[in-house]
């Protein structure tokens, strides 16, 4: 039995529409998501955030693999595949997501959901949650952080450029406090979906 979950990650300008995760102390870009897109699949979602590669595939399906549990369904190949039509930054973040919400959709067992949280140290050190591609391309470093719902471990990171030991800590505090934002809108998400069935 094979289970492929297709993620088509669309970007589109929504304005006013949908739940914005922006807030005191959060500094993220609108969030919009829709599931069950494809009539074929056992799963899939178009996760959008705002309006490379083998490295980040590998990045994502580690990821994957450590929350889907596997041992419930021995021989069953799971696929996510996501195609990136529009990267307007924080795009391994943005995949992240969309892999996690797939995985949802289509019922995969899993211990916790995870989601992706990009952070961005300018060249004065001021941190930039959710950047965008021009904000990526000036910061001096960029970090991506996979963290769990369950206890907002960290699964995974990704980092790019120079940043000291506290500038580590300080963008990881920043993406698990940021983190509980995406959680909040996977369930409002889900809420939806399943309110309409």
């Given at each position: 039995m094979e289970e492929e979950m297709h993620t088509d990650a669309k970007i589109r300008a929504e304005i006013g529409t949908?739940?914005?995760p922006r807030g005191?102390?959060?500094s993220l870009r609108h969030f919009a998501c829709e599931q069950n897109l494809l009539s074929r699949p056992d799963g899939s979602a178009s996760f959008l955030q705002g309006v490379a590669e083998k490295s980040r595939e590998r990045l994502i399906r580690n990821t994957c693999e450590a929350v889907v549990l596997g041992t419930l369904h021995p021989r069953t190949s799971i696929t996510v595949v996501l195609q990136v039509v529009s990267d307007a930054g924080s795009l391994l973040a943005c995949c992240l997501n969309a892999a996690c919400m797939a995985l949802?959709?289509?019922?995969?067992?899993?211990r916790a959901l995870f989601c992706g949280v990009t952070c961005a140290l300018d060249s004065d050190g001021t941190l930039v949650l959710d950047p965008t591609?021009?904000?990526e391309k000036e910061a001096r470093a960029v970090l991506t952080f996979a963290l769990d719902s369950v206890e907002r471990k960290l699964l995974?990171?990704?980092t790019k450029g120079l940043y000291s030991d506290s500038e580590l800590q300080q963008c990881l505090a920043a993406a698990q406090a940021a983190s509980q934002h995406v959680f909040r809108f996977y369930r409002e998400s889900l809420q939806r979906r399943y309110s309409k069935s």
């Open positions: 949908g739940c914005s005191p102390g959060c949802v959709d289509a019922g995969v067992p899993m591609s021009k904000q995974m990171s990704s």
